[in-house]
């Protein structure tokens, strides 16, 4: 199991001891995992992965879990990663595929994250665990904590759509719903975690969920036989998936498991809420707060990702971009994709399809590069936005099943 050197500030590069409860570095940087890899290089290579379990664990030597006994798991990771033929002809591209993390437990990439978070709690022994959420955290946490017997209290926006506020109950979370944005939540958890004795699971603010976000990068990898794609558009909020990303590949390129090829990276927002996307423009180093955030893809809003200046580095560095789409085209495009490939993705994912159609338009991507987008999650837990586009309309008394059983 993992191989754990330190814990290093991604800001001040301060190495702090694994094993031991942290959230941040004194300076606030985000802490990140860093492994023996030229010794793991030695005795773990890609043809062991044959053997290895259908879950995220197949990399457990590059997870921070030391003892397989305190894995918390639901069987999450290992995707699909469909090609779309006939989506891709429509939209010009010769080799499109779709990461499909909507079949993730609770039916988002945040299980991945959360699954490694909380197996990390048990190993250290952290009992009561807390985070704000825009909602697909928040029900992974509540599933992950359930699942090992340890207790959740989430925070999330009072407008999250419903499933994610009916799992976290079920899951038997303590649920604060909050007048506000992810942003007010994080405040909330930050002024009462040190009197309740709560770990803070906030986006980057611990080291553990990253780790767990970053094996989409080892999975697509190995998906393709070792060869990383031409271009990843991945649904920013916090950004974690696509900064977990760009740590795996330089993970597997120590390893010796590929070569120095990266794909661009490409962050798609919307345009009720495209902090990175404006600073990508405006060539900052960091985000402003987006004022009055608001989009129908609840994920994406995040009006100040803490992993800001992570994920600009990692975009700039793949020479890939960042953009935003607006609700129309994004619920259109989900529609289109679902329609067209039998995927019924959530609006995250719908954005970067339709951030597709503008990046070819562009010429940023070209018909025959090897294009994967992630579906971060399903659209079964976004009813409520669906049912406002498909609406159903009684066509006559006989159709309302009430009439079957009451009197008419
Ligand atoms: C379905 C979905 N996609 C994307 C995101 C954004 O993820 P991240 O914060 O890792 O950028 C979220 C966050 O809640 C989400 O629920
Ligand atoms: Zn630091």
């Known amino acids: ?196 004795g709560w770990f803070d699971l906030s986006t980057l603010k611990e080291p553990y969920r990253i780790e767990g976000k970053k094996t989409m990068g080892y999975e697509v990898a190995e998906q393709f036989g070792w060869e990383l794609p031409d271009a990843i558009l991945y649904p920013a909020g916090g950004g974690v998936g696509l900064i977990g990303m760009w740590k795996a590949f330089e993970e597997m390129q120590q390893l010796g498991w590929i070569g120095a090829k990266r794909p661009k990276m490409i962050a798609v927002q919307t345009t009720g809420c495209a902090p990175v996307v404006q600073a990508f423009e405006n060539g900052d180093v960091e985000t402003r707060f987006w004022q009055g955030a608001h989009t129908v893809a609840s994920g994406l809003r995040v009006p100040r990702p803490l992993g800001d200046r992570l994920m600009l580095q990692a975009i700039r560095d793949s020479s890939g971009t960042a953009i935003a789409v607006t609700d129309q085209a994004l619920m259109d495009s989900t529609v289109q994709l679902a329609a067209a490939e039998g995927v019924f993705a959530a609006p995250e994912g719908g954005a970067c399809i339709a951030a597709l159609r503008i990046l070819r338009a562009r010429g940023i991507l070209k018909p025959e590069d090897r294009v994967v987008v992630f579906n971060t999650g399903s659209g079964l837990k976004y009813l409520d936005a669906f049912s406002r586009r498909f609406p159903r309309t009684a066509a006559s008394e006989q159709d309302k099943l009430g009439g079957l059983i009451t009197p008419r």
């Open 1 to 196: 199991m993992g191989a754990i050197t330190s814990l290093e500030c991604s800001v001040c590069r301060k190495p702090h001891p694994p094993g031991t409860i942290l959230n941040l570095c004194e300076c606030g940087g985000p802490l990140l995992v860093r492994y023996d890899l030229p010794s793991l290089a030695q005795s773990w290579n890609r043809a062991a992965r044959r053997d290895a379990p259908s879950t995220m664990w197949r990399y457990a030597p590059v997870l921070p879990v030391s003892d397989p006994a305190h894995i918390v798991s639901l069987g999450e990771g290992w995707t699909p990663l469909l090609q779309a033929h006939r989506l891709g002809r429509d939209l010009g591209f010769s080799s499109l595929w779709i990461k499909d993390e909507g079949l993730n437990p609770t039916a988002s990439f945040k299980a991945r994250g959360m699954a490694c978070a909380v197996s990390m709690c048990v190993e250290l022994g952290i009992s009561k665990l807390a985070v704000p959420s825009a909602g697909n955290a928040s029900g992974a946490l509540a599933a992950y904590a359930a699942r090992a017997g340890l207790e959740a209290h989430v925070f999330m926006p009072r407008d999250v759509p419903a499933a994610n506020y009916i799992e976290c109950r079920a899951f038997g979370a303590h649920v604060t719903l909050v007048d506000g944005l992810i942003s007010d939540c994080a405040r909330m958890v930050n002024e009462r975690k040190d009197k309740e």
